[in-house]
Structures are given as C-alpha cells and as structure tokens.
C-alpha cells in the first residue's frame, strides 16, 4: 500500500526546520535510487544564480536527474526552500512529469514534496522508511492511501 504523511514539525515553531538533508537521511541505502527534481522555488545559492537553478528544473521536460550526494549539497547550500517536487525510484522511465500527482505517487518509489515552506509530504509504499520518519520527526500525521 502506498501511503502518504505529512511532516509538520513541532507545533511551537514558527518556522519549519526540518530540511530536505534531514529527511533524505531516513532512505536506507539511498544511492540506489535515481533522483529527479521536478520542481523548485528557493533562496541562496547553488552553482549558480538560483533564479537559473529554478528556471532549467522548472523548465525542463521530466526534470533533473541528481546524484543522492547532489541533493545533500543543494540542502546545505540553499538559505530556504519553499516549494519542491523530488521523485526517486530505481527505474530511470519512471522518472518524469507525470498528468496527475496519483499517477506519480503509484509510480515511483519515493515523492518527497514541500509545500510552501509550512510542510513536507512524504508518499512511499516503503513502511520501513514511513516508520523511520514518524519516530525521528514531530507533528507527522497520515494523510491518505492509495492502492
């Protein structure tokens, strides 16, 4: 079954802290998997004017392909994200801008999504790595199921 959770961060915070770096780390055995950015609206800097990062992701066909290690340093090096789209799953063909957000849940392995800077959702039919998040992270609450 393939789920999908919110993670909200504790409720006595303004702002959210959680980031994309801290719930990258619950994935076990991460660089497996293919990454692809769909999406992106950020602050700071990476390689480039992030205005430039944003337009050739945003822009792009299917998105960016990024190596695991790529993703950690786009974390570290961005002051904020405020929306993202992050797909993963081992076959590259499923990597792609897909008509409906269902249709991209049922077919990758991970969908990792921040929704205006107020909080990530995390769909996966991985329960070992649902699990992990719900232990590491307060104010994570189920949001819906698919099959």
Not at 41 to 62: C, H, M, W
């Amino acid at each position: 079954m393939i789920k999908k959770i919110r993670i909200s961060g504790k409720s006595d915070e303004t702002i959210l802290t959680i980031k994309l770096k801290d719930i990258l780390e619950c994935i076990g055995n991460p660089s497996i998997y293919k990454w692809n950015l769909l999406w992106i609206e950020a602050i700071g800097t990476y390689q480039e004017s992030i205005l430039d990062f944003e337009a050739k992701i945003n822009d792009s066909n299917d998105g960016i392909q990024f190596e695991f290690e790529e993703l950690i340093k786009l974390s570290d090096s961005t002051d904020q994200i405020i929306e993202l789209t992050l797909v993963a799953d081992v076959e590259n063909e499923k990597l792609i801008r897909y008509h409906t957000d269902e249709n991209m849940y049922k077919n990758c392995r991970y969908v990792i999504e921040l929704i205006d800077s107020s909080f990530w959702e995390f769909t996966s039919s991985d329960s070992k790595v649902l699990e992990v998040i719900k232990q590491k992270f307060d104010g994570v609450s189920d949001v819906e199921y698919f099959e």
